[in-house]
């Protein structure tokens, strides 16, 4: 079951899968900074979203505002995408991406900044290189629009 859930749990869930390298990235919700880029707004919206399975957190992602003149206008950024290994496959990844991006309606734009292991990955989900933003020695950066689903009821 795809939900939203609190950055305790994001950051538990990430603590038990030693996600991060360095500890200060457990610190703060958001990043205003990637790689060399600054974005323009200082206090980001955020939210977080996970896959629970028998009141287990087995997988997550983290949305933020992200704004910067070398990004479409109403970005957002994935900041991470973590799945337990026996469940990643059958679209999951995306599908939890897809989730988190219903709660940003107003939003037109996806990106993350991702590993060039996981750059395969990002290409057969629709995301493309982002012109002119250049990573660093192991990551790239991968954006695509996303089209929000009809609201009517």
Do not use: C
């Amino acid at each position: 079951m795809f939900k939203q859930i609190s950055y305790e749990e994001y950051n538990t869930y990430l603590r038990k899968h030693n996600h991060f390298l360095d500890e200060f990235s457990y610190h703060k919700p958001y990043t205003n900074w990637l790689n060399n880029y600054q974005s323009t707004i200082e206090n980001p919206l955020y939210g977080f979203y996970g896959i629970v399975e028998n009141n287990n957190i087995v997988g997550v992602t983290g949305i933020q505002e992200f704004e910067h003149q070398l990004l479409p206008s109403n970005s957002i950024r994935y900041r991470v995408l973590r799945i337990d290994e026996e469940l990643r496959g059958n679209n999951v990844g995306i599908t939890l991406l897809d989730f988190a991006a219903q709660h940003w309606p107003e939003k037109k734009y996806l990106f993350g900044y991702v590993r060039d292991i996981h750059t395969a990955w990002s290409v057969k989900q629709g995301f493309d290189n982002i012109n002119g933003m250049v990573g660093d020695h192991n990551h790239n950066f991968m954006g695509k629009s996303i089209a929000q689903p009809s609201r009517a009821g």
